[in-house]
């Protein structure tokens, strides 16, 4: 693979890099760098298996694949042929969608459940990338959904996603903590959990689109695992090599690209003293994103697939990323936190100020919205108040963290009482 910036582009008054691992230039991009790149544009899940089967194609040819399922990737990025024109333009919620009455819409999401094949005329117009079943979908007037009409060009404006099989209260849970999240004052990728045909969903609004009044935008971004040059088999640390790996040296570059790089710093901390105290350590390179907009450096994404799977028996307790030298939860200390901070770029003189403040408001917000969980969500609590106690003592906190009961995983998971 090798990709070249049309001259024109390089000119052009507007123009801005694809992403931060592929700058401006007029030098080709060689194999490497460029497959990285693309074959993060491709989903990690059956959906693709099927395209592969039944185009005949090797599961390494990103250029055959993209030629298939690449004229609406994420954000802004279409892949087609040299020949073809330009396809992706703003959409026109009351002219350019096909609205699916009830029959359909129930029929795709069993589909989607049961790992059978949409129908051709219903093939996914803008496949996302991830590992769970997806397609994306357009929200239309009157509580309605649809798909773009045929040849339109319009952006879908939300995603639909079928949880794990085995884990079916997947979406209310993911849900419910994108919520918390949003309590706790982070920005979040709204999402809404629902049940059709007695099949839990989740409904997640894109942060890739831009909804002005009639008018659907897009968006260019790309995840961490793009910016990083990473494969996607490389997104968590563990899979990696020293220079070639999501560690906290390389959210640091990533960071230090963006508008305002000391913010950006502190809010990826908070987010990540948030993940821990809700296990959610499936944080991956790919769960976390950079929006492009032109005329001035990326800014952080909203924060999404906020799962806490620190809840599921059976899942890995191993971090998606080190914190210092740690590589489980329970394994970290002050001095992990301290350094993990300064990786990150905050300066040592002000990291422990700096982590203590921020750890001290984060427990404090938690404690208080953790008092009104539901009694399906105590283990969640129980994992919290685990967290928050570890934290505290490490940190030399002082803070008064109410007692609950040990945090257990069995094999019931989120049903445990």
Same mark, same amino acid.
């Given at each position: 693979?090798?990709?070249?910036?049309?001259?024109?582009?390089?000119?052009?008054?507007?123009?801005?890099?694809?992403?931060?691992?592929?700058?401006?230039?007029?030098?080709?991009?060689?194999?490497?760098?460029?497959?990285?790149?693309?074959?993060?544009?491709?989903?990690?899940?059956?959906?693709?298996?099927?395209?592969?089967?039944?185009?005949?194609?090797?599961?390494?040819? $990103?250029?055959?694949?993209?030629?298939?399922?690449?004229?609406?990737?994420?954000?802004?990025?279409?892949?087609?042929?040299?020949?073809?024109?330009?396809?992706?333009?703003?959409?026109?919620?009351?002219?350019?969608?096909?609205?699916?009455?009830?029959?359909?819409?129930?029929?795709?999401?069993?589909?989607?459940?049961?790992?059978?094949?949409?129908?051709?005329?219903?093939?996914?117009?803008?496949?996302?990338?991830?590992?769970?079943?997806?397609?994306?979908?357009?929200?239309?007037?009157?509580?309605?959904?649809?798909?773009?009409?045929?040849?339109?060009?319009?952006?879908?404006?939300?995603?639909?996603?079928?949880?794990?099989?085995?884990?079916?209260?997947?979406?209310?849970?993911?849900?419910?903590?994108?919520?918390?999240?949003?309590?706790?004052?982070?920005?979040?990728?709204?999402?809404?959990?629902?049940?059709?045909?007695?099949?839990?969903?989740?409904?997640?609004?894109?942060?890739?689109?831009?909804?002005? +009044?009639?008018?659907?935008?897009?968006?260019?971004?790309?995840?961490?695992?793009?910016?990083?040059?990473?494969?996607?088999?490389?997104?968590?640390?563990?899979?990696?090599?020293?220079?070639?790996?999501?560690?906290?040296?390389? $959210?640091?570059?990533?960071?230090?690209? @963006?508008?305002?790089?000391?913010?950006?710093?502190?809010?990826?901390?908070?987010?990540?003293?948030?993940?821990?105290?809700?296990? =959610? =350590?499936?944080?991956?390179?790919? %769960?976390?994103?950079?929006?492009?907009?032109?005329?001035?450096?990326?800014?952080?994404?909203?924060?999404?697939?906020?799962?806490?799977?620190?809840?599921?028996?059976?899942? @890995?307790?191993?971090?998606?990323?080190?914190?210092? %030298?740690?590589?489980?939860?329970?394994?970290? @200390?002050?001095?992990?936190?301290?350094?993990?901070?300064?990786?990150?770029?905050?300066?040592?003189?002000?990291?422990?100020? $700096?982590?203590?403040?921020?750890?001290?408001?984060? $427990?404090?917000?938690? +404690?208080?919205?953790? =008092?009104?969980?539901?009694?399906?969500?105590?283990?969640?609590?129980?994992?919290?108040? +685990?967290?928050?106690?570890?934290?505290?003592?490490?940190?030399?906190?002082?803070?008064?963290?109410?007692?609950?009961?040990?945090?257990?995983?069995?094999?019931?998971?989120?049903?445990?009482?």
């Amino acid at each position: 693979m090798q990709l070249a910036y049309a001259p024109a582009w390089i000119e052009a008054a507007t123009n801005f890099p694809l992403s931060l691992s592929l700058p401006l230039r007029e030098e080709p991009f060689g194999d490497a760098i460029s497959r990285a790149f693309f074959s993060n544009l491709l989903q990690e899940n059956d959906q693709l298996e099927r395209v592969v089967a039944r185009e005949g194609l090797d599961r390494g040819d $990103i250029v055959g694949l993209l030629a298939h399922v690449g004229a609406d990737c994420s954000g802004s990025v279409s892949v087609l042929r040299e020949d073809h024109p330009p396809i992706k333009r703003p959409g026109s919620l009351s002219q350019d969608y096909d609205a699916l009455s009830e029959e359909d819409f129930a029929d795709l999401i069993l589909r989607l459940a049961q790992g059978r094949p949409l129908p051709e005329e219903m093939r996914d117009p803008s496949p996302v990338a991830g590992f769970r079943r997806k397609i994306s979908l357009a929200a239309l007037p009157g509580d309605r959904f649809g798909l773009p009409k045929a040849g339109s060009g319009a952006p879908t404006t939300h995603i639909l996603k079928i949880p794990d099989p085995n884990h079916r209260h997947e979406a209310r849970h993911e849900a419910f903590v994108t919520e918390l999240a949003e309590q706790a004052g982070f920005n979040v990728g709204a999402c809404v959990a629902g049940e059709v045909e007695g099949q839990e969903v989740l409904l997640i609004t894109r942060f890739d689109r831009l909804v002005i +009044e009639d008018q659907v935008y897009r968006v260019h971004q790309e995840d961490f695992a793009q910016a990083l040059s990473l494969p996607a088999e490389l997104k968590y640390e563990r899979r990696g090599r020293e220079g070639r790996r999501f560690d906290a040296a390389a $959210i640091a570059r990533v960071l230090d690209a @963006t508008d305002r790089p000391a913010l950006a710093r502190e809010r990826f901390l908070r987010l990540t003293l948030f993940n821990l105290l809700v296990g =959610n =350590n499936d944080n991956h390179a790919k %769960n976390h994103a950079l929006l492009h907009i032109p005329g001035q450096s990326p800014v952080l994404a909203p924060f999404y697939d906020l799962v806490p799977v620190g809840m599921v028996a059976g899942f @890995t307790d191993e971090l998606a990323f080190r914190i210092g %030298n740690a590589h489980l939860p329970h394994e970290i @200390t002050a001095g992990d936190l301290e350094s993990f901070c300064v990786a990150l770029g905050i300066p040592t003189a002000g990291a422990r100020r $700096i982590l203590a403040s921020t750890a001290t408001e984060l $427990i404090q917000v938690m +404690e208080r919205l953790a =008092n009104d969980f539901p009694r399906e969500m105590r283990p969640l609590d129980n994992l919290i108040g +685990e967290m928050s106690g570890l934290l505290n003592t490490e940190l030399g906190l002082g803070l008064a963290v109410r007692e609950r009961d040990a945090h257990v995983v069995r094999g019931g998971g989120w049903n445990l009482s």
